[in-house]
């Protein structure tokens, strides 16, 4: 009897040991084929969700796997991060190990958000205008317009749309310096930011204003990651 629950615990202890292994060669394989399908500059992480592993391998489908994309540009726009979730990827396992450069993985969905600094809306913002936010994660902007040869200071909080291909900022509430009047002041403020061809391919859903800048949220279907 002893030798038989010694036999099981090591047979547990073998598992979960082949568990964690074949866990960290599928997420680098993963990551591997999403950095080269999305031309990514680094590496992303991934973590496959659910335990055990095997069960999801031998299937060839895991129902979750996070993504961590660091720094990279699209259109010119510098993205701090993505920060996606993946769901019901097919991935055989076989296929993998076989022919890992051949397999087909895809994903049945995909969320994600996508981070765009203040430093980056400013190096957008026409000339001389400084994003910066309030003490309630509003979008604000500030500097000098020129008009009828005048250096007009201004201030303005800032109307957040999603576009065809990016994101729109206009000016609401404006707030002009020196009580110089100015025609149409949105048409020196208002600036449009690009944000397509995403990583993962993810389409604008939502976007809203952080501590960060901004939180451009996204979804995909059917999204090949190899």
Do not use: C, H, W
């Amino acid at each position: 009897m002893r030798k038989l629950v010694v036999a099981v615990a090591l047979l547990a202890i073998v598992l979960v040991v082949l568990d964690r292994v074949a866990v960290v060669g599928v997420q680098r394989e993963i990551a591997r084929q999403i950095e080269a399908k999305y031309d990514l500059t680094e590496t992303p992480s991934v973590q496959v969700k659910g335990i055990p592993f095997l069960t999801q391998a031998i299937s060839g489908r895991y129902e979750e796997i996070s993504i961590g994309i660091g720094k990279t540009e699209r259109e010119g726009v510098q993205l701090e991060r993505i920060d996606a979730t993946l769901y019901g990827v097919t991935a055989p396992l076989s296929d993998l190990i076989q022919n890992a450069s051949a397999a087909e993985i895809r994903a049945d969905r995909v969320t994600g958000t996508v981070v765009i600094s203040r430093q980056t809306l400013s190096a957008r913002a026409p000339r001389g205008m400084k994003v910066e936010g309030t003490d309630g994660d509003e979008l604000r902007v500030s500097g000098n317009v020129t008009a009828f040869g005048n250096q007009v200071p201004v201030t303005a909080d800032m109307k957040i749309q999603v576009v065809q291909g990016g994101i729109r900022l206009t000016p609401t509430n404006v707030k002009i310096a020196g009580g110089i009047p100015v025609p149409n002041p949105e048409r020196y403020i208002s600036f449009t930011v690009p944000v397509k061809n995403l990583p993962l391919n993810l389409r604008i859903t939502r976007v809203k204003s952080t501590s960060e800048g901004l939180a451009v949220q996204g979804t995909a279907s059917d999204v090949p990651l190899r």
